[in-house]
């Protein structure tokens, strides 16, 4: 059973870059996407960005971005440590939220539907003031 823990999260200012992580246990099939995920205050949970990572093989999938972050932010991954990281640049007081990754085994083109996911980390906090 995959595992995730996430962790980068801080208080920034607006403008300002943070790297978030996702660091993977248990993972032993090749075909799983990795998406990452927002929940701020009183608003519904947000797909972010998603990827296919595949760290047997070191190999990943087309990317796939939310309109609001596209341009913005990056996923990607580290094979070797398992993780999958997102880049978050010029950061904007509306990007303020609890972020999670999350992931499910699948073939296909991966989603930012946070209902088409099973495992999900706890979530770390990103704070952005301006």
């Known amino acids: 059973q995959v595992q995730l823990v996430e962790s980068g999260g801080d208080s920034v200012q607006a403008g300002g870059s943070l790297r978030l992580s996702c660091a993977a246990s248990?993972?032993?099939?090749?075909?799983?996407?990795i998406g990452w995920f927002r929940q701020a205050p009183g608003k519904e949970r947000e797909g972010v960005a998603s990827?296919?990572?595949?760290?047997?093989?070191?190999?990943?999938?087309?990317?796939n971005y939310s309109a609001s972050v596209k341009d913005r932010f990056t996923i990607s991954q580290d094979s070797a440590k398992k993780t999958v990281y997102l880049q978050m640049n010029t950061l904007q007081p509306e990007d303020t939220a609890m972020y999670y990754c999350?992931?499910?085994?699948?073939?296909?083109?991966?989603?930012?539907?946070?209902?088409?996911?099973?495992?999900w980390g706890q979530g770390t906090q990103v704070t952005v003031s301006s």
């Open positions: 248990g993972y032993n099939v090749r075909y799983y996407c």
């Open positions: 999350a992931a499910v085994a699948h073939f296909g083109a991966c989603t930012i539907f946070p209902e088409e996911y099973r495992i």
């Open positions: 990827m296919h990572a595949d760290f047997i093989l070191d190999d990943s999938g087309r990317d």
